[in-house]
Each structure stands twice: as C-alpha cells, then as structure tokens.
T-cell receptor, first 113, second 111 residues
C-alpha cells in the first residue's frame, strides 16, 4: 500500500482564486511528480523534483508552480485559477529501488467555474 | 521526444483473455511498465519488465516485449469484472529518470 496522500480530493472554485493542492508521502522518496490528466485519460507531466530545493518543469506547459522545501511535501499552486485549469491532478513519488516504480496518490479533481 | 501509443478501448467477455498492446519509440528504454487506474483513483503498478527480458509472467498477467519492433503487450488470463479499468503502458529511458506514459487503454469486461 502506497503512502502518498493528496488533499483535497475534490475542489470546486471560482475563477481568479488562488489554490494550493497538497501532496505528501511518508516513504522518504527523493523524486516527486505532478501529472495533469485529461478527461480523455492521457497523463501529462507538468512538474517534477529530484530532491529538496529541486524543481523542474515537465513536458506540458503549466501556469502552476511547485515547491520542495521538505522531502515529504510537494505542493502545487495556481495563483489565479481559470476554467482551463479544470482537470484531474495526480501526484506521484519514486525512490531508489531498481524498478523506479512510481507510487501515485488518489488525485485531486479540480473544477474552476 | 519519446512517444508511447496504445489503443483507446478494449472490450472482452468475462473469462476470456485480454491483450492490451503498446508501442514506443525510445530505443534506449530500460524499464517498461504496466499501470492500472481504477475509477476515481491514482495509478497502481501492475508489473514491469527490464528491457533485456522477452517475457515476464505473474499469476494471471503475462508481459511480452519485442524490443526489435518496440512493442509491449499485457495479457490478462481469465479476465474478471474487477479487471475493468484503464491500463497505462510506460517506459523509462536509459540514464534518464523520467517515465513516459502511454495514452491509456480502457478495458471493459462484460459479464
């Protein structure tokens, strides 16, 4: 059972609001990731981190920002939410085991009205 | 960049075998994975195969890798209704820590 948590699970918010999606893992993993998942299923990597104070942008351009001040915590922030940000956001982490398996959180379904 | 393609949808009858296919472009792939996503949940690793292997079997799951054609498949024997989910193929390139996910295949199991 993976120990990676995301809050909130569901969020409906108005345009222009600032929001932070939380992601925490208790496995001591150094690598963490944020994916945006379309309604049509495809996953897009939007941010990743290989350790504390390390963050990189992913393959899909995103207006969101991330921070990694602590190993276990990788929050994602939208300064001004827009309807185009409506999506499912999945957080994942991976450790140093040879398979490099990614463990996923349950996701946050964000709706911006 | 790397590209991983899957068919979008597969429908099978309960008790039959399911075969989900995946093609990828990165010739330096080291690990290839199959993840399962149930409704309203994150992805969960089902199995993985190292690139120097041709086949891996794990209970009802069989993974076949054709490295020459860059083709990966997942066979689920005796498919059950609980196997209904979205299945993602993924690959990790050599010396590169990022994983590229496929487009996902939605498996529907008909009772």
């Amino acid at each position: 059972e993976a120990d990676i948590y995301q809050t909130p699970r569901y969020l409906v918010i108005g345009t222009g609001k600032k929001i932070t999606l939380e992601c925490s893992q208790t496995m001591g993993h150094d690598k963490m990731y944020w994916y945006q998942q379309d309604p049509g299923m495809e996953l897009h990597l939007i941010h990743y981190s290989y350790g504390v104070n390390s963050t990189e942008k992913g393959d899909l351009s995103s207006e969101s920002t991330v921070s990694r001040i602590r190993t276990e915590h990788f929050p994602l922030t939208l300064e001004s939410a827009r309807p185009s940000h409506t999506s499912q956001y999945l957080c994942a982490s991976s450790g140093r085991d040879t398979s490099y398996e990614q463990y996923f959180g349950p996701g946050t379904r964000l709706t911006v009205t | 960049g790397e590209d991983v393609e899957q068919s979008l949808f597969l429908s099978v009858r309960e008790g039959d075998s399911s075969v989900i296919n995946c093609t990828y472009t990165d010739s330096s792939s080291t690990y290839l994975y199959w993840y399962k996503q149930e409704p309203g949940a994150g992805l969960q690793l089902l199995t993985y195969i190292f690139s120097n292997m041709d086949m891996k079997q794990d209970q009802r799951l069989t993974v076949l890798l054709n490295k020459k054609d860059k083709h990966l498949s997942l066979r689920i024997a005796d498919t059950q209704t609980g196997d209904s989910a979205i299945y993602f193929c993924a690959e990790r390139g050599g010396g590169y820590q990022k994983v590229t996910f496929g487009t996902g295949t939605k498996l529907q199991v008909i009772p």
